[in-house]
C-alpha cells in the first residue's frame, strides 16, 4: 500500500508562516495528485490546495496569495508554504494523494491520506 508522512505543523503567532511537508512512501506506480485538506472540529473537511502531476494546482480562494502548494515528483513530496497565517487556519491539515498502486504489471488507483497535523495559529 501507500503511506502518507505529514511534518512541520505547531503553533505560531497571527502574521506567521508555516511550510508543511508530506512525503509518500510505499508501491508506488504513479502519483496522479497530491495536496492538502484541513477540518476543524465539526466541520467538514474541506480542501486547501492540490496539484496533478501535470502541474496544474487548485487552490482554495480562502488561502490564496497566502499559501502556495510545491511538488518534487522525484521524491513524491508535496509542500505547502503557509504565509500571513490567521488564528481562521487553526486545523489539523491532511496530506492525500491519488496514487497509481502497483507496477507495469498492473496498478490500481487508490486515494490514501496522511494522519494528520495541527496547525494552531494565536491571535
Known amino acids: 500500500q501507500v503511506q502518507l508522512v505529514e511534518s512541520g505543523g505547531g503553533l505560531v503567532q497571527a502574521g506567521g508562516s508555516l511550510r508543511l511537508s508530506c512525503a509518500a512512501s510505499g508501491s508506488i506506480f504513479s502519483i496522479n495528485a497530491m495536496g492538502w485538506f484541513r477540518q476543524v472540529p465539526g466541520k467538514q473537511r474541506e480542501l486547501v490546495a492540490t496539484?496533478?502531476?501535470?502541474?496544474?494546482?487548485n487552490v482554495a480562494d480562502s488561502v490564496k496569495g497566502r499559501f502556495t502548494i510545491s511538488r518534487d515528483n522525484a521524491k513524491n513530496t508535496v509542500h505547502l508554504q503557509m504565509n500571513s497565517l490567521t488564528p481562521e487556519d487553526t486545523a489539523v491539515y491532511y496530506c492525500?494523494?491519488?496514487?497509481?498502486?502497483?507496477?507495469?504489471?498492473?496498478?490500481?488507483?487508490?486515494?490514501?491520506w496522511g494522519q494528520g497535523t495541527q496547525v494552531t495559529v494565536s491571535a
Open positions: 496539484s496533478t502531476s501535470g502541474g496544474s494546482t
Open positions: 492525500n494523494a491519488v496514487v497509481s498502486v502497483g507496477s507495469d504489471r498492473g496498478h490500481y488507483s487508490g486515494r490514501f
